[in-house]
Nanobody, 114 residues
Framework: QVQFVESGGGTVQPGGSLRLSCAASGFTFSAYTIEWYRQAPGKEREWVAT????????NYANSVKGRFTISRDNAKNTVYLQMNSLKPEDTAVYYC???????WGQGTQVTVSS
């Protein structure tokens, strides 16, 4: 069964940093492109970042480009999202998933507030 367990969220002040982790199981992790998504209150879930199977290519939403970095460790079946220069509009529940998507995990809450 495909599973994702996100962690590392919390409350930070604007300009702060967080590092999210997503542990995957139930499939051959290194065979899949992995993505981060987020869903803010009252809004639809939106794509944030993508990393290819061996990490040789990444892509970011314009809203996070230059501030967020996606990476992966295939030996640990884990993908990361380093988030710097956080803004209040980054407040959301963050999820990871593969391409094609499996089921969604519980996500991890990120709140950026002074």
């Amino acid at each position: 069964q495909v599973q994702f367990v996100e962690s590392g969220g919390g409350t930070v002040q604007p300009g702060g940093s967080l590092r999210l982790s997503c542990a995957a199981s139930g499939f051959t992790f290194s065979a899949y492109t992995i993505e981060w998504y987020r869903q803010a209150p009252g809004k639809e879930r939106e794509w944030v970042a993508t990393i290819t199977r061996f990490g040789d290519s990444t892509n970011y939403a314009n809203s996070v480009k230059g501030r967020f970095t996606i990476s992966r460790d295939n030996a640990k079946n884990t993908v990361y999202l380093q988030m710097n220069s956080l803004k209040p509009e980054d407040t959301a529940v963050y999820y990871c998933n593969r391409q094609p998507r499996g089921g969604w995990g519980q996500g991890t809450q990120v709140t950026v507030s002074s």
